[in-house]
């Protein structure tokens, strides 16, 4: 079984930061491709950020030069450094991983955490 499990979520001011974290948990499997997607209340998901098994990133327009993803392969663990908040911003953010364990390779999610930003 795997499982993703995201924190660092909350409520800051508008230019403020947080950061993201998403670790993968569970035995014998490879992550390769992982990334953040967002969701506002009534609107469809969309992504934010991926990031490759090596580290390739890449970002959605709407937050490019204010959000960096970065991954610990070590950890299994994907991060997302969000700077100069707006509250646009505000979300649920879910983590992603396109996991390979034994012979099936599929998409995790995580459980989603809320990110408000205040004017």
């Known amino acids: 079984q795997v499982q993703l499990v995201e924190s660092g979520g909350g409520l800051v001011q508008a230019g403020g930061s947080l950061r993201l974290s998403c670790t993968v948990s569970g035995r014998l499997f490879r992550a390769n491709a992982m990334g953040w997607y967002r969701q506002a209340p009534g609107k469809q998901r969309e992504l934010v950020a991926g990031i490759t098994a090596i580290g390739t990133a890449n970002y959605a327009d709407f937050v490019k030069g204010r959000f960096t993803i970065s991954r610990d392969n070590a950890k299994n663990t994907v991060y997302l450094q969000m700077n100069s908040l707006k509250p646009e911003d505000t979300a649920d953010y879910y983590c992603?991983?396109?996991?390979?364990?034994?012979?099936?390779?599929?998409?995790?999610w995580g459980q989603g955490t809320q990110v408000t930003v205040s004017s």
């Open positions: 992603n991983a396109d996991i390979t364990r034994w012979a099936t390779r599929r998409d995790y």
